[in-house]
């Protein structure tokens, strides 16, 4: 392919860099579009009140419990909120699409054949513990990531060929493996980690010792599985940069642990906790009308998210025979009516999901044009004929809920795969398997979406039940790939890249606790993949990824689900905010900070409503 322009990928270059450089161009950031908003002497974000208060606690939720401070690993089920611990190199804009600025990096050199990139470091940047941020660090975390890290890692590194510390508080990596565009603000998502607080300490180990970072807040306390507590770093090193003004504004930010979600509302009716983002349409609908809602003392609304929302869908593990025909996985695709489940039970809040990137440019409509048929003609025979001839839509009903038309359309399709009704029960009729699925689940409220699909399954023959398990079972299972069908949600950026190896990649399959859930390992899906990550140029990114989108979706390899464009969120009403929220976030944990006046108010109203 031919050499990616050096603009697309920089954004604005500092005047006289290139020709410091030599054959390298110096630049604050970093971006996959053909610009970026903020020049090299911005002051802060625009979505940001840099003169925002700092104090105050925060409370939020978490589902499951904890066993470890080190979420870096496989093993354990990790707290939430450890980011907020480190700094990365590079920190993004909420504001933009795939656009990074240095954090921990004070700019950034990168040629124009895209094969290195050199990080220069902070001088000022420190850890916790006063000492300074070193390129032996970077390459320290870059390895112990790559090597005993969560499988990601190794995914998102695998066309890294070296890290090297350069003289000037520098570290260049190097590449293989041809160009890669979206790499170096991959690795500018690396978590920096002291080399010196892990001399002597086992990376690959679990944890409950509270670990040295050099992020804003640090571990004020603790009780596994119960809660965590983070503090605000007074001194936080980076407090006055650009990419940091006007954020992480609460002294305080504690996260309470629930084993359900039904439970945790409760606790935030209390005010037990100071926020909510609602996934359930039914107790959106029906639960938020609550006196404290009613009189102001809580504030209940739904904000725009412009994030693409990639898939979210019942998976099949294709590890498991009785899942290997694409015709059975397409016939009881049509158990799920919709329709009927967006009427009956989800308040008509949804809309359909059909593509494994949906809500973004990169999702395939109608038929394959010339740019596509690029990347399929020569795949024409390793893919499903219906690529070149139908645009995939999923089974569409009536919304009656009498599904009679699909379920004749999933008998044939399951006939014609060698399934048979005897006796009641869908058989093999080749291996006398009689066909089984178990839904596994983590969380009850799962159950009322699940149960209209057994009862069209029990229909067809099929065996189908529930398994609710805990947390730490459930992620174990996952993990292990111990499951017929699960609910996973594939999250797509705007600029797909090197995570598709890790969702769908050949080499992922077997590898424990990678994101390929599905089991695929499909030759053709592997070279889309990296014809995605080297996409020279925006146009050709998006085609290369609709193709992509199209042989996935006529793999039926999951029952897609839905999606919603908005968040849907309620909070105590005492909180000041930016006038502008994020086109690409919410902002909540972020930007948002205790408004004194508005808690006092709130806290009045709370006092007379108790009266």
Do not use: C
Request: charged share 25%.
């Amino acid at each position: 392919m031919k050499r990616p322009a050096i603009a697309l990928i920089l954004g604005l270059v500092h005047a006289g860099g290139a020709a410091a450089a030599g054959d390298a161009a110096t630049t604050h950031a970093l971006s996959l579009f053909d610009s970026v908003r903020y020049g090299p002497d911005f002051r802060h974000f625009d979505y940001v009140d840099p003169d925002a208060p700092k104090g105050g606690l925060l409370r939020m939720e978490a589902i499951g419990t904890f066993d470890t401070l080190n979420p870096f690993v496989l093993k354990g089920s990790a707290a939430i909120g450890l980011g907020l611990v480190y700094d990365t190199l590079l920190t993004t804009s909420q504001d933009e699409a795939s656009t990074s600025y240095g954090l921990l990096v004070e700019h950034i050199e990168l040629p124009g054949d895209l094969s290195w990139v050199t990080f220069k470091l902070r001088d000022e940047a420190r850890w916790h513990d006063g000492r300074p941020i070193t390129p032996a660090d970077v390459i320290f975390s870059f390895n112990a990531l790559k090597e005993m890290g969560v499988p990601l890692f190794r995914y998102y590194y695998a066309n890294v060929a070296s890290a090297d510390e350069l003289p000037g508080n520098k570290v260049k990596f190097s590449f293989s493996g041809g160009v890669n565009r979206e790499l170096p603000n991959i690795l500018g998502q690396l978590p920096v980690l002291p080399r010196h607080y892990w001399d002597g300490r086992a990376f690959d180990a679990t944890t409950l010792e509270p670990p040295l970072g050099s992020g804003p807040y640090r571990i004020a306390g603790f009780e596994a599985g119960r809660s965590i507590t983070y503090e605000r770093v007074p001194d936080y090193w980076g407090r006055d940069l650009p990419v940091k003004k006007g954020r992480h504004n609460f002294d305080r930010i504690r996260f309470d642990y629930y084993r359900d979600r039904t439970i945790s509302l409760e606790a935030f009716k209390s005010h037990g906790l100071d926020f909510r983002s609602e996934n359930s349409a039914k107790t959106w609908a029906t639960q938020y009308a609550f006196p404290a809602a009613r009189d102001g003392r809580v504030i209940v609304e739904t904000l725009a998210d412009n994030n693409p929302a990639g898939m979210q869908g019942f998976v099949y593990n294709t590890r498991r025979p009785k899942f290997q025909d694409p015709r059975v996985r397409q016939a009881l695709a049509h158990a799920f009516d919709f329709e009927w489940s967006n009427k009956n039970i989800f308040y008509d809040q949804y809309s359909r999901t059909r593509s494994y990137f949906e809500n973004s440019e990169m999702a395939a409509t109608g038929l394959p044009g010339p740019a596509e048929l690029k990347y399929l003609e020569p795949l024409r025979g390793q893919i499903p004929d219906e690529v070149f001839t139908a645009e995939y839509r999923p089974p569409v009903t009536d919304g009656s809920g009498n599904n009679r038309r699909g379920l004749r359309t999933a008998t044939r399709l399951l006939q014609a795969a060698g399934w048979r009704v005897t006796d009641g029960t869908l058989t093999n009729t080749a291996t006398g398997e009689v066909m089984t699925i178990e839904f596994l689940i983590a969380q009850a409220n799962s159950e009322r979406t699940i149960a209209p699909i057994i009862r069209n399954l029990k229909r067809l023959g099929v065996a189908a039940s529930i398994r609710l398990v805990d947390t730490s079972q459930y992620r174990n299972r996952l993990d292990r790939f111990d499951f017929d069908l699960v609910t996973s949600w594939f999250r797509q950026s705007l600029s797909p890249g090197n995570e598709q190896r890790d969702f769908w990649g050949s080499e992922t399959a077997e590898r424990p606790g990678s994101r390929n859930l599905i089991g695929i390992r499909d030759p053709a899906i592997d070279r889309l993949i990296e014809q995605v990550i080297a996409a020279p140029n925006r146009a050709e990114l998006v085609a290369a990824t609709r193709a992509l989108d199209r042989v996935l979706q006529w793999h039926h390899f999951m029952i897609p689900q839905f999606h919603l464009n908005k968040y849907r969120i309620a909070y105590w009403n005492r909180f000041g905010r930016p006038e502008t929220k994020p086109k690409y976030g919410l902002g909540f944990s972020d930007t948002w900070w205790v408004d004194p006046e508005k808690d006092a108010a709130m806290r009045a109203k709370k006092a007379a409503a108790r009266d």
